[in-house]
Every structure is written in C-alpha cells, then in structure tokens.
C-alpha cells in the first residue's frame, strides 16, 4: 500500500542533506503541527462587556431578607415575589 506524503515530505526531498534544507524541514514540520491544533471556545465573546455582578452578596441579601430566622419580609410578600402557592 503506497504511503501517503505529508506536506513535509513532499516539501522536502528525501535525498537532500544540506543543513538549510533540514532547518527548513524543521520549520515546515513545526508550522504543520501548530496550524492543525484547532482553537478550543474561550467561553466569553471578544469584544463584549464583562459585567460583575457579585453574585454571592445577592445570595446573602435574599437570604437575609426571605429566609433567615427573623426576615425582612414576611412570608406572603415571598409567596408573592416568587410565585409559590400554597396548596393547604
């Protein structure tokens, strides 16, 4: 079965030896291994805002304000904000 040339090889000669044949073979094989590595997704958009939200001090407040022990609001303002019934 006839062996399938990389860019590489029939780029370069295999009869060759001269020292800047095989620097080119060098940079021609390390350019092949790098241009195949595909870019794996970053996750945010180049160019769009990044907005802090401190998600942890929000947590907290509603926390504080629905759920602790004495709460700022009482249980039918939670009923209401949250859209919970009570099937009793």
Not at 4 to 25: C, E, N, P, W
Not at 49 to 68: N, T, W
Request: proline share 6%.
């Amino acid at each position: 079965m006839p062996r399938k040339r990389s860019r590489l090889g029939s780029f370069v000669d295999d009869s060759s030896s001269d020292d800047d044949d095989s620097l080119i073979a060098s940079a021609a094989a390390i350019i092949e291994t790098f241009s195949n590595v595909k870019k794996k997704h970053g996750g945010s958009i180049p160019g769009h805002k990044v907005i802090y939200r401190d998600r942890e001090a929000g947590h907290d407040r509603m926390f504080k304000d629905y759920l602790a022990e004495n709460p700022t609001y009482p249980p039918e303002i939670f009923r209401r904000r949250f859209l919970f019934f009570d099937f009793e």
